[in-house]
């Protein structure tokens, strides 16, 4: 909706159709990348107003708003719902739009499973919010899902949840496929692997992630659907099965899954501490190497989701040691970003304010993961808010911010209007201090001893519990700044130049603002 | 005038803090607790904690430092420098140095939780939707925990007590000096038991029995409390873990007792009691072991729970009642209460749904007849 006009390009005269099915139809990277981003915006929304509400019931002790029965829904469908709907399309759709970009292609390889890929996941999403409109009422048995709870045990929505995974899981992998064929053969000539962009690289490694790690999602609701339906025992220890193998095979996809959630912010952030630092970025190729290592490791932890059932004792020093190792090149990528800035001459847009937030905060829910990694304090830490505040604190300064500082940066590439500066800082400065006042206190009242997914909670927990609450008001409302402030700048704005910022550097940059529907139509040439 | 209004503000802030203060105390660290075990645990916490914090003063300062002094509005000039072999090296190496230091002390305290040998007392619990059962190995002696928070108290019918969601009928007795075993496992769905001043927190598995232990010092005698730790489903919040640790002299009058009242109980079991009696022990034991799903006055909840009021089975054949209470219904949240509740609480429970709310069958179930249908 924002890049109509073509004129920049010879091949303006088949620009896009017009009206709804040109979003129906379309196999544009930049149209398709766009609809990507808005429906994780919506998901975000959703998603949000259930953590809000779940925050609301937790504002004081004892039962207010809504019943258990109904808080167990909330938490399940907010996982889901931030996980699959909203972190990760909105990636993909960055990917999207920039993927190409980046590397000098005309479009993503493979246009066509492009838009199937897209067009799968408002039909899943929609599968499963219908759930809560059921009866029986949507899954209650957490993001994880661990059987038998979401077996034998699970409301009949279960069935539609499973459907609803395959679905995603489908699109994912469409999605992957697509990004590693546009990287792998669609590059500018000159542009070796080692000249990427970070933010191609990441996503190269993410999506090679994905394609190892959602089948084995697929797999594992495959055999609930089994166990439900079908009479099979996997998971049922009164038929032979087992409730532990259901933890292994889950969390054999959910670990890689929760590097999938962050790579491509770290390949954001890498992109843009340069920009504003106006200093190339320190140690390029030692940040490849610690992605690649980050993802290889991500295959070997999965069972530190797991120390408190019941491994053996060489089990459990093993996913401890190889758990631990993480923090090695963790903290590399920590030390580049870091380096980069030094000596560098640097200004503060709100871009670079999401970024600086992105390192000290994820930084921070660093620190409390490798405290998890000690298995015998975990013993302490395992299912209480100390996991909820470490978990939030990569995926929403982590994730979300890096996704966010993404969109500012590249929004006048896109749009080809400036955003309001002063609104987008005010934006920042309210999602900062929110994100801290609501996930800063659950450290405390983990460790103090709350378990999580609760809706109820012993007295003791009553403080840090209501300012959480507080918290989650500010960081929400915040977000409808981002939504005032995205469509502004769609609508008009102070003209973009090509470079947008004075110090970026990469083919992206070389296209007008914004970018015609057509780019590199003839391949730059990288020198 | 400025400090007056200063200090109104400062007054209402300080009264908005109050509120919630007066029944919390703003804990901010993991419990130190009362086991070797526990405080080795809290010392790695402590460890890896100022670790982290030392690193981040390290990082963060640097970061900040280039914040204020590189930045462009200041004139700052960019460098170009964008590789070093040797201090890529050098934060590779110190912090594989930093986690080896660490791994060795975690090392030997998991090695130490793991030792379950030469226990003196075995302690068998089984996690059910939504309560504790517990089984002293070799001594004859088991029952249920139920949560005793009433539901008045939880939707705010009534003022919350100290003990808020962390209070049972039965408390798990156990004593101090001793090495204590326990073995977890659960019914239905997976549970987790924790309590966190012994640092205990294990799985509780279907098909599985997990081992854990505590010793808990003389002279630490209390009561510690915990709660389940892993999503089981509606009441996963409700339902907590009492351990009461006592000396060792005092544990074995326990064990008597209750072999005695379980004698006592059975004995019962033989004896009359009127209709009136059973409806009013029957209230009482609806409130504790079934209000939490069929519903404070019977109607169910959401479409899982059906309601008791009205129901073709609380009205209709009684031996299909009976049955059903007793040995539950396989593959749904209705549990088999033969084992957890007395013979004289079944009869009375199962009288009181069959007369209360409206369902006026006039019927009377004698203890006798549980007893009956159990054979």
């Not at chain 1, 719902?81 to 479009?107: K, S």
């Amino acid at each position: 909706m924002t890049t109509t006009t073509a004129h920049h390009d010879d091949h303006g005269h088949h620009g896009p159709a017009k009206g709804i099915m040109r979003w129906v139809l379309t196999t544009n990277h930049k149209d398709i990348g766009t609809m990507y981003l808005w429906f994780a915006f919506t998901m975000l929304f959703i998603g949000g107003t259930m953590a809000l509400i779940i925050r609301t019931e937790l504002f004081q002790p004892g039962m207010q708003l809504i019943e258990p029965e109904f808080f167990n829904q909330m938490t399940t469908m907010h996982g889901l719902i931030m996980v699959f709907g909203a972190i990760m399309p909105a990636f993909v759709g960055l990917a999207n739009w920039m993927v190409p970009l980046m590397v000098g292609a005309p479009d993503m390889a493979l246009p066509r499973m492009n838009n199937w890929s897209f067009w799968i996941l408002p039909f899943a999403f929609g599968m499963l919010l219908m759930t809560l409109f059921t009866e029986a009422g949507a899954p209650n048995f957490g993001w994880t899902f661990y059987a038998p709870l979401s077996t034998t045990y699970a409301p009949s929505s279960v069935t539609f949840f499973i459907f609803g995974v395959h679905m995603m899981g489908i699109s994912s992998i469409m999605g992957a496929i697509n990004i590693i064929a546009t990287i792998l053969n669609l590059r500018a000539p000159g542009m070796t692997l080692m000249k990427m962009p970070l933010f191609v690289w990441t996503w190269l490694i993410t999506a090679y992630l994905l394609i190892a790690v959602m089948p084995v999602l697929a797999g594992v609701v495959t055999m609930m659907l089994m166990d439900i339906h079908f009479g099979t025992s996997f998971f049922d220890a009164a038929g032979g099965g087992d409730p532990v193998l259901f933890q292994h095979v889950f969390w054999f996809f959910g670990h890689p899954e929760v590097y999938i959630m962050i790579l491509p912010a770290f390949g954001i952030v890498s992109q843009i501490i340069p920009t504003f630092a106006r200093k190339p970025l320190f140690g390029y190729a030692s940040m490849v190497y610690a992605t690649s290592s980050i993802a290889f490791l991500s295959f070997i932890v999965w069972a530190h989701h797991m120390f408190t059932v019941g491994l053996p004792l060489q089990t459990e020093l093993f996913f401890m040691y190889a758990t631990m190792l993480i923090a090695i090149p963790t903290g590399v990528k920590v030390f580049n970003w870091v380096s980069t800035m030094f000596r560098g001459s640097m200004t503060f847009e709100t871009p670079m304010l999401f970024s600086l937030a992105f390192v000290v905060l994820f930084t921070i829910g660093g620190f409390s993961g490798l405290m998890l990694a000690i298995a015998p304090a975990d013993f302490q830490y395992h299912d209480t808010y100390f996991v909820v505040a470490h978990f939030h604190y990569v995926l929403v300064p982590g994730a979300l911010f890096g996704i966010i500082a993404g969109v500012y940066y590249w929004l006048p590439k896109w749009t080809g209007n400036y955003y309001n500066e002063k609104l987008g800082k005010f934006h920042f400065w309210m999602s900062f201090i929110g994100v801290n006042v609501t996930f800063f206190p659950m450290h405390f009242i983990g460790l103090a001893g709350m378990p999580r997914r609760i809706p109820d909670y012993a007295l003791q927990f009553a403080d840090f519990n209501a300012i959480a609450t507080v918290g989650a008001f500010i960081f929400g409302l915040s977000q409808l700044v981002f939504l005032f402030l995205l469509i502004k700048t769609i609508r008009g704005g102070e003209k973009a130049t090509d470079q947008v910022w004075e110090g970026a550097e990469g083919l992206e940059w070389t296209v007008p603002s914004p970018a015609p529907y057509h780019t590199f139509a003839e391949p730059p040439h990288v020198k | 005038m400025f400090s007056r209004t200063g200090q109104r503000l400062s007054s209402v802030v300080l009264g908005l803090l109050s509120a919630p203060a007066a029944f919390a105390d703003w804990e901010l660290n993991m419990p130190k607790g009362v086991t070797e075990v526990s405080q080795s645990i809290y010392d790695l916490h402590m460890l890896i904690f100022w670790i982290c914090v030392w690193i981040g003063v390290v990082v963060f300062g640097v970061m900040f430092y280039s914040i204020f002094a590189h930045r462009k509005s200041k004139g700052a000039k960019a460098s170009q420098f964008h590789e070093s072999l040797g201090l890529e090296l050098l934060w590779t190496a110190v912090p594989t140095a930093i986690l080896i230091a660490m791994a060795i002390p975690a090392t030997s305290t998991l090695i130490e939780m793991y030792d379950t040998t030469d226990a003196q007392v075995d302690i068998k619990i089984t996690g059910h939707q939504w309560k504790w059962q517990y089984d002293y190995l070799g001594e004859d002696v088991g029952f249920f925990s139920n949560m005793t928070t009433s539901q008045d108290e939880i939707y705010d019918r009534a003022p919350k007590g100290e003990n808020y969601l962390l209070e049972v009928d039965k408390h798990v007795v156990v004593p101090t000096g001793q090495k204590i075993r326990f073995l977890i496992t659960a019914n239905d769905v997976i549970h987790a038991w924790w309590v966190p001043e012994i640092a205990v927190k294990k799985d509780a598995i279907p098909g599985y029995i997990n081992e854990s232990w505590a010793l808990i010092p003389e002279g630490q005698e209390g009561l510690y409390r915990g709660q389940c730790a892993e999503l089981c489903g509606v009441d996963h919040g409700f339902m907590p873990i009492v351990l009461e640790a006592v000396t060792a002299e005092q544990y074995e009058v326990w064990l008597v007792d209750q072999r005695a009242a379980a004698e006592a109980e059975a004995a019962a079991a033989l004896g009359d009691y009127s209709h009136e009696e059973l409806m009013t022990k029957g209230e009482e034991v609806y409130a504790r072991s079934c209000a939490a799903c069929h519903g404070a006055e019977g109607g169910g909840m959401g479409s899982v729970f059906p309601a008791l009021a009205g129901s073709p089975i609380a009205t209709g054949d009684m031996a299909a009642h009976i049955d059903i209470v007793l040995n539950g219904t396989p593959g749904t949240a209705m549990q088999a209460f033969a084992v957890q509740l007395s013979e004289v609480d079944l009869a009375a429970v199962i009288t009181y749904e069959r007369n209360a709310w409206g369902n006026d069958t006039g019927d009377t179930v004698t203890p006798k007849m549980i007893l009956d249908a159990k054979q």
